[in-house]
C-alpha cells in the first residue's frame, strides 16, 4: 500500500481524473494497470480516497464559457470595511457573484468580486478594475516538489504570446431547470445520476440528459494540491504584459492548482503556493525587467461562495460533496 501515500502516483491520477473527467474508478483502474501505474482495484480505490481526504485533490470546479448573453467578469474596489462591505454586496447582487475575496495591500482593504454581468457600483467603491475576461486557464502541477516551480521562476519569456479566446459565439440556452442541476454539479459534477436525479426530483436518464448540455458550456477540472490544500498560500498578482503563455508554462511546474485570467488588458493570476517568498520575490523581478508592468499584489483573506453559503446554512447535506469514499464501491452514499 506504499503507493497510496505516493505523491508522483497522486499527481498521475490527478492529470488522469483531469483528461477523463467522469471516468468511473473502474475505468481509472484500467487505465492505471495498462500504464503500470496501479495493479489493483483496491489500491486506486484507497489512494483516491486518501488523496480526497487530504485534500491532496478536491471536487471539481466548473466555469461557465463567455456566451452572448453570459460573461465572466471580476471587479476589484477600494473599500472601508471588508465585512460589512462583503455582506452587503452579496446581499445586493447575490443573483450575479459567483465568489467574493477581500484583500490587503498597502494597509488598505480591497475585495475581488467575480460575477457574470455588469454590476452597478456604489459610488462610495472606488473601482481599481473592471474587466471582461477573455480566458481562463486552471493550470495543473506537474510537479511534487517546489524546486520545479522555483528553477521554472529563474526563466524568462522568449517571445510575446496570446491565449486563444473562450468566448463562444452563441446564446446560453438554460432554462430553469438547466440551471438547478448545473447548481447541484457544482457541488459535486461526480454525482451519481440516481443522487442527481433524485435532487433535482426528476429520473436519472433525465439528470443524464441534463448533464450533457451543460457539459457543452464549461470549463472543468479537479484541483490539485501535492503537499495538501492546507499547505499553500494563495497569491494574487495583477499586471500588463505581453507574455501571458510564459506563466502558464512557468505555474505547471508547480506542486498546487493555479488559475490565469486574461482580460483585454491585464493578466491576473491566483497562485496557491507553499514557496511564496520565492513566488513574491520573481514577480518584482519580472516587474524590474519589464516582463510585466503595473503590478499589483493582494494578500487574500475572507472568502465567500454560494456552494460554501448552503453548505453553512444546512441545505446541502455533507454527503453529496465525497467523491471517492470506500463505502461507494458498496453502493453506499456517494
Not at 145 to 163: F, I, Q, R, T
Not at 199 to 225: E, G
Not at 226 to 241: H, K, R
Request: charged share 25%; proline share 4%; aromatic share 14%.
Amino acid at each position: 500500500m506504499t503507493k497510496v501515500r505516493d505523491s508522483s502516483v497522486h499527481l498521475q491520477l490527478g492529470h488522469l481524473l483531469n483528461r477523463y473527467p467522469y471516468a468511473s474508478v473502474d475505468k481509472i483502474y484500467r487505465m492505471t494497470r495498462k500504464g503500470g501505474l496501479i495493479g489493483s482495484i483496491n489500491t486506486v480505490w484507497y489512494t483516491l480516497e486518501y488523496m480526497e481526504e487530504n485534500k491532496i485533490i478536491d471536487n471539481p470546479r466548473c466555469v461557465i464559457k463567455n456566451c452572448r448573453n453570459y460573461t465572466n467578469m471580476h471587479y476589484i474596489l477600494k473599500i472601508e470595511d471588508s465585512k460589512e462591505s462583503m455582506s452587503s454586496f452579496i446581499t445586493r447582487y447575490k443573483n450575479y457573484i459567483d465568489m467574493v475575496h477581500s484583500m490587503n495591500a498597502y494597509r488598505e482593504t480591497y475585495l475581488y468580486v467575480k460575477t457574470h454581468g455588469t454590476l452597478s457600483i456604489p459610488d462610495k467603491f472606488q473601482i481599481l478594475e473592471e474587466c471582461t475576461w477573455s480566458n481562463f486557464i486552471p493550470i495543473l502541477p506537474h510537479s511534487t516538489a517546489e524546486k520545479g516551480l522555483s528553477d521554472a521562476l529563474k526563466a524568462e519569456p522568449e517571445a510575446e504570446s496570446v491565449l486563444d479566446d473562450f468566448t463562444v459565439d452563441e446564446q446560453l440556452e438554460w432554462d430553469n431547470e438547466t440551471w438547478e442541476t448545473f447548481h447541484w454539479l457544482c457541488v459535486n459534477y461526480r454525482m451519481s445520476y440516481t443522487d442527481l436525479g433524485k435532487l433535482i426530483q426528476k429520473s436519472p436518464q433525465a439528470a443524464y440528459r441534463r448533464k450533457l448540455v451543460i457539459n457543452q458550456s464549461v470549463i472543468l477540472w479537479y484541483p490539485i494540491f501535492i503537499g495538501g490544500q492546507q499547505s499553500y498560500e494563495l497569491l494574487f498578482f495583477s499586471f500588463e504584459t505581453k507574455f501571458p503563455s510564459f506563466f502558464a508554462e512557468v505555474l505547471s511546474k508547480n506542486t498546487g492548482v493555479s488559475y490565469l485570467i486574461q482580460t483585454s488588458e491585464r493578466t491576473t493570476l491566483f497562485v496557491n503556493t507553499t514557496i511564496p517568498k520565492v513566488v513574491n520575490s520573481a514577480m518584482s523581478r519580472y516587474e524590474d525587467t519589464g516582463i510585466i508592468r503595473d503590478l499589483r499584489r493582494m494578500y487574500l483573506h475572507n472568502y465567500w461562495d454560494p456552494i460554501v453559503e448552503r453548505y453553512m446554512e444546512g441545505s446541502i447535506p455533507e454527503r453529496y460533496f465525497y467523491m471517492f469514499k470506500i463505502g461507494n464501491k458498496k453502493g453506499k452514499r456517494r
